[in-house]
């Protein structure tokens, strides 16, 4: 999973990874909205879910403090990150400024 990480956030094409937990009840209301903008996008971004209890060092690095937290890589460089409940629109909004 590091090398995956590694290798998608540092890709030009544009990553919007969704930290969650599974006990995080607003992170299985974001889950549909990520999957959904992944759906939207189609291949002009990649998405990928780290969980937050299994992947500690990822946790760390990015200093992800609460969950749901999205954070928009491109190039190996963090572009744009929101922690919480965010509706679609916005969220596509956010990616679309910065890509």
């Not at 209301?29 to 971004?45: F, S, W």
Request: aromatic share 8%; hydrophobic share 40%.
């Amino acid at each position: 999973m590091k090398k995956k990480f590694r290798k998608s956030i540092g890709s030009d094409v544009p990553t919007l990874v969704f930290f969650y937990a599974t006990w995080c009840i607003p992170c299985k209301l974001m889950k549909p909205t990520v999957l959904q903008i992944q759906e939207e996008m189609g291949n002009a971004i990649n998405s990928l879910e780290i969980d937050v209890e299994i992947k500690k060092g990822i946790v760390k690095r990015y200093n992800v403090k609460s969950v749901p937290t999205l954070i928009l890589f491109k190039n190996g460089k963090p572009l744009w990150r929101h922690s919480g409940v965010m509706p679609v629109a916005e969220i596509k909004t956010a990616i679309n400024d910065r890509i």
